[in-house]
């Protein structure tokens, strides 16, 4: 992979690859711990399906990720029928798994994420794949025991600012097929 111009800057594409494969390998530890906690109530497994669905978008550098490793697919190979994610297989299993997108990494664990209320106050959210329900209200988790939003998307950020300075470019899965 070479270094790509776009909009008059180079992106130092494998310099960003790497980052990403290294903030992923970290991802991976997080979410085995996740594993190890819910052991019990996680059916989110290799080949679950049910929040693959059309029109994912992700960042420009996670894009660029599925072009690198998977440019075959893309350019030979034939999306899942609309309304799953184009790289469904035929079986529900996914043709990019192992550099699937931060989104399909989370999906499905007990998520948190905080706001504000209109008046300033910090609130706290939390969801969790219908699948997943069952057993202690996640309400009642300790933080630990779930994905914090937030964090790891602002490192994302910080990539995709380097790739295409600022401009938040996202790509629809779906788009990467050349048919």
Known sequence: MEQIVRKGTKVNWPALL??????????AEQTRRLDAIHAGRLHCRKDCCVCCIDDITVFEIEAENIRHHHAELLATGVPHPAGGCAFLAADGSCRIYEHRPYVCRT?????????????????????????NEFGPAIEGLPAEACWTLGPFEEFLSKLQ?????????????????KA
């Open 18 to 27: 790497n980052a990403l494969r290294q903030a992923y390998e970290h991802l």
């Open 161 to 177: 600012i380097a790739a295409d300075g600022n401009a938040g470019t996202r790509v629809r899965l779906r788009d990467l097929f």
């Open 107 to 131: 999906q499905g664990y007990p998520l948190r994420w905080l706001a504000e209320t209109q008046t300033g106050q910090p609130i706290e959210y939390r969801d969790i794949c219908p699948l």
